[in-house]
């Protein structure tokens, strides 16, 4: 018996060894996945399965972007160049690169003056930006299938990923090429242009907000300029649709109102209750 367990433990070393080795493979594999995948539209996080858009636009990338850079392409060299540039910056702009990647209304929230921007206090916003959202996610998925370009991780050697510890290293096998366009650039960019509308004082900071957001996908290692810049596009296109659309300016018209009203609660003066009067003094005896 003594002998089985010795053959049994020399025979599963090596097996632990390949699936401890697996899951952590997997783990970080997991990690790159979860950032690239599309960020939480609201906090906390629901489903947005059953948003309707105010329209299909999926075919419309076709008269919008441009192909996807050629590898080895001049426009694709500045691309890794870019990259590999951003790879260095402080750590407190990387932080916020990773919540970006993670969450979208609340991200622009405070250029509005509000902490948070969700369907709790803002019902009529949120049902707004989420049918405009779910509206440009038709056309860049439809985008990422057809032009399957690798991400700046899967291609080159990256000491800072967003979502990994360690870094990546290549992997120009992918089966998951999802570079071109942004989801994430595309999905800022709406929500800025559509908060513009709502908030137009606020405009000009809200696209600026909206660059920033589009620039933590490069730094993050998740995408190229030029897939930010499809990501802008896009974005632009369908909004302008938009902007001729009558249930969308109905909406518009609700949630400005909406937004009035919570930034006006929220910045009234709070009225302080009157000091409660002294008792008369006794008379001196």
Sequence with gaps: MAGNRTSFSVVMKPSFFLLRTGLAGLGLLLGALAHAASPEWESPPTSH???RPYADASALYRSVLPPAPEPGSAQDRDDVAAVLARQQVAPERRAQAEADGRWLYDRFAPVLGLQTLGRDHLPQLVNLLNRAVKQVGGPAFAAKNEYRRLRPHQRLPLGQVCGRAE???PDPDATQRTSYPSGHA????TTALVLARVAPQQAGALLRRAQDYAESRVIC??????????????????VAQLDGNPEFQQDLRLARSELAVRLAALTAPRSVPPEPESPPASAPR
């Design 221 to 238: 290692g998740m995408h190229f300029p030029s897939d930010v810049e499809a990501g802008r596009q896009l974005a632009t296109a369908v």
């Design 167 to 169: 870094g990546a290293q």
């Design 49 to 51: 399965k059953a948003v």
């Design 186 to 189: 595309a999905y800022g960019w």
